[in-house]
């Protein structure tokens, strides 16, 4: 790690990760090494859409209570699942460029175990 990554707590990533393996042969060592996951640079973020999704949720439930017309309901449902599914996706994208791209600098049975992992994922999100 460059004193400036070092500095700003930023991981020089696959650059720093390859040029270490290349340079030494010693193990590569990530982010994902470290416990940080692929959303972390993104947590504010996903946080403030989570608590917008769970608004909508609080929403219907004040829609139900108030005996609203059904399809007004049916609306804001798909509404909120379509959130859910949107960030989903997010969090996929950022599970392939992290965890999978971590996995596959490193090779081995790995790469093939994660895609594996998010092959399943994305199935399940298809089933919902």
Do not use: P
């Not at 470290?34 to 219907?60: D, F, M, P, T, V």
């Not at 600098?105 to 992992?117: P, S, T």
Request: with cysteine; hydrophobic share 35%; proline share 0%.
């Amino acid at each position: 790690m460059t004193k400036e990554t070092a500095e700003t707590g930023e991981s020089a990533g696959a650059t720093e990760a390859t040029g270490a393996a290349g340079a030494t042969g010693a193990e590569v060592v990530t982010d994902h090494d470290r416990g940080i996951h692929g959303y972390h640079h993104n947590k504010a973020e996903h946080l403030k859409r989570l608590r917008r999704i769970e608004g909508q949720i609080r929403g219907l439930q004040r829609l139900v209570e108030e005996d609203v017309y059904c399809i007004d309901i049916l609306t804001q449902v798909s509404a909120s699942t379509k959130g859910l599914q949107s960030f989903a996706l997010q969090l996929l994208e950022e599970h392939l460029r992290h965890c999978v791209a971590d996995a596959a600098l490193k090779g081995g049975d790995e790469i093939d175990a994660k895609v594996e992992e998010a092959t399943k994922a994305i199935a399940r999100m298809l089933r919902t």
